[in-house]
């Protein structure tokens, strides 16, 4: 009887140890450490019963899984206990005393782009998409949105449909990123190479988000003030899509924007891990950490033309346009002001993907995911 009780006094406050690390993990995912999630097997050997009313701690042991083992052993019960076949003691098993590690990224992913976008992203897309459709230059165009009603508001327009897409943006993107650099690693290749892989395969990931989203995106961006077009929101725009051009009108662009969000997210993780690693950026810390997120978020502009041509072809649907094929937006627009029409929104555009990396690679890496 004394046996028993001893043995369930210790498993209850193992349970309320494992119930406080859960309750803090649920508060905000970024804040609990790795360690705090990643608890310890103990196993607990319970002497003989005696008189003695004292519960003894002396035949346990404690051991602390690796992030490789938590992974491949999958564990996903809070509390596993299994019969060792000893008489004198059971094997008491805590594996991840919060969420799974699908659920924590996709909690991270949603966090860190909806934090970007909140905190300037979307100011920075709508800049983008003017001075793309328009001969404007960045100046003019802040001027412009934020002349009409609404003021300097108007940078943000589009936020409450643009929140949606970036929660599940980054929920995928950081998914995606993070396994596939875990399992290219795994493979025996360098860090240079994974992130590449892990940028290739978040990118893809996004486009299937992406592409409907931006359709929207850039239809209430174009038609703004526009008469006929006062009352537009992203269901009526969708609605208005869907009805001319069914529900492939929603993909319109699809293939540049998968060719863009891929070369996009690959160029910025492999040139900030080039600046981390090679470049050996990472010695100084935070500022290094950031410093190589700059770098690696101006350097994936390269791939400017891809933006400029899906902007231009979803302009198009969004005002009932037909859309016209890839290759033909290039010639128009080499024809209309040579190779620097292709790279039209550069500036803001670069000042996005600094903004987007440093959320996106630059805090994962100083996560450790």
């Not at 097997?41 to 690796?66: C, E, F, G, Q």
């Not at 699809?254 to 600046?275: D, I, K, V």
Request: glycine share 12%; charged share 15%.
């Amino acid at each position: 009887m004394v046996h028993t009780s001893k043995q369930n006094v210790l498993y209850l406050l193992i349970l309320l140890q494992t119930h406080v690390v859960v309750t803090i993990a649920s508060m905000n995912p970024l804040m609990v450490s790795r360690t705090a999630l990643l608890r310890s097997i103990r196993k607990v050997n319970t002497p003989a019963a005696t008189s003695d009313d004292r519960i003894s701690t002396s035949h346990s042991t404690l051991y602390s899984p690796t992030i490789d083992e938590w992974y491949d052993n999958g564990c996903d019960e809070l509390l596993q206990t299994s019969d060792n076949g000893n008489q004198n003691g059971e094997e008491v098993i805590l594996c991840n005393a919060g969420m799974n590690p699908v659920l924590k990224n996709l909690a991270r992913g949603a966090f860190l782009r909806v934090a970007s976008d909140i905190t300037g992203g979307t100011a920075l897309e709508n800049i983008k998409c003017r001075v793309t459709v328009t001969d404007h230059g960045p100046i003019k165009a802040i001027r412009d949105i934020c002349d009409k009603k609404g003021g300097w508001l108007n940078l943000w327009s589009g936020t409450p449909s643009r929140t949606i897409e970036g929660a599940l943006l980054g929920a995928v993107f950081l998914v995606g990123s993070t396994a596939t650099k875990k399992q290219v690693l795994a493979m025996g290749a360098g860090k240079n190479v994974a992130a590449l892989a892990g940028g290739v395969v978040g990118g893809m990931a996004q486009a299937v988000v992406m592409t409907p989203a931006g359709m929207v995106f850039t239809s209430l961006n174009v038609n703004k003030g526009k008469p006929g077009y006062e009352n537009d929101n992203a269901i009526t725009v969708a609605k208005r899509i869907i009805r001319e051009k069914g529900v492939e009108g929603m993909f319109v662009g699809a293939t540049p924007m998968a060719l863009r969000q891929s070369s996009n997210w690959a160029s910025r993780g492999l040139f900030t891990e080039l600046c981390r690693t090679n470049l050996k950026l990472s010695r100084y810390g935070l500022i290094g950490e950031i410093g190589s997120g700059v770098i690696g978020g101006v350097g994936s502009c390269w791939n400017t033309p891809i933006e400029t041509v899906r902007v231009l072809m979803q302009r198009d649907v969004g005002c009932g346009i037909p859309p016209k094929a890839f290759g033909q937006y290039v010639e128009d627009e080499m024809e209309r002001g040579g190779v620097p029409a292709l790279f039209r929104g550069v500036t803001p555009r670069a000042v996005q993907a600094v903004w987007q990396t440093v959320f996106m690679v630059v805090v994962p890496n100083l996560l450790g995911l």
